[in-house]
């Protein structure tokens, strides 16, 4: 852990709530001069790091202030965002702002360097996938793979599903720059199974649908086009070339949502 020690006056400011508490324990500072005022038993609770910190001690400013109202203060190399968004996660009753890609990619980054315990990763990897998942499912697939979120990748790599052909569209995104070939090649192998699976789908399978029974719940006429409707799908040229369509389209867009009724 590098903290820095300095004994040089800076002009600070303090952070939002909750972390402007006067009666917190210790003052982490941020790169950008910000102070954190924080409990010493949340942090060591989800973070082994932070515990290490303050059972061993850190370089810090103030640790024995010449005002006894003082805390004492730990620099750290993190900037406020990602600072302000980490403590979020362990705090109860917050919850991270994630604005950016780049928010993501710091908060990731602090999560693995503080060694988080896993129900603070299980709630970053909701709120990410919550507030960004289906806009940006690639560059959320490339940062869970660069470090090594396997939950986040999974599921970045099944909303990318929803991209028309994708190992024919060059699209790019430069978080592709922290993975490496062989991730990528597995996310276009994901999609061309995917595509196959459902291409190659067992039709006489789907086509046992049936109409409702209508008659049977409805007290008033039905319209006699129903009423005179063949009872099984099959019985209807047009299913067959909807499946047909359907499976051509899947080998470009292999994805398949949950239907709500099941």
């Known amino acids: ?42 942090l060591s609770l989800a973070s082994p790091v932070f515990k290490d910190m303050f059972t061993l001690g850190a370089p810090v400013h103030g640790e024995h202030p010449q005002n006894p109202y003082s805390l004492p203060e730990v620099l750290l190399p993190e900037t406020s965002t990602a600072l302000d968004a980490l403590l979020r996660l362990i705090y109860p009753l917050t919850i991270p702002k994630l604005d950016s890609i780049n928010d993501i990619k710091a908060l990731l980054a602090a999560v693995v360097k503080y060694d988080l315990i896993t129900p603070a990763i299980d709630r970053a990897t909701n709120l990410i996938t919550s507030q960004h998942l289906e806009s940006k499912p690639l560059s959320l697939y490339a940062i869970a793979c660069h470090y090594g979120w396997r939950s986040l990748a999974e599921q970045a790599a099944r909303e990318t599903l929803k991209i028309n052909d994708l190992s024919q569209s060059g699209r790019y995104v430069a978080e592709f720059e922290d993975i490496t070939a062989g991730d990528y090649h597995r996310l276009l192998e ?5 595509a196959t699976a459902a291409h190659e789908t067992d039709i006489e399978s789907i086509s046992r649908f049936e109409y409702p029974d209508l008659k049977g719940d409805l007290d ?36 398949v949502p949950e239907c709500p009724c099941i």
Not at 190 to 194: I, K
């Open 1 to 42: 852990m590098e903290c820095e020690a300095s004994s040089q006056v800076v002009s600070t400011t303090t952070a939002s709530w909750p972390f402007d508490d006067l009666n917190a324990e210790v003052i982490l500072r941020s790169s950008d001069n910000v102070d954190f005022r924080v409990f010493k038993c949340n």
């Open 190 to 194: 994901y999609h061309r199974a995917c």
């Open 220 to 255: 008033e006429d039905i319209p006699s086009l129903l009423c005179h409707c063949p009872k099984y799908l099959w019985d209807h040229q047009w299913f067959f070339d909807y499946i047909a369509a359907t499976r051509k389209e899947l080998l470009r867009r292999p994805y």
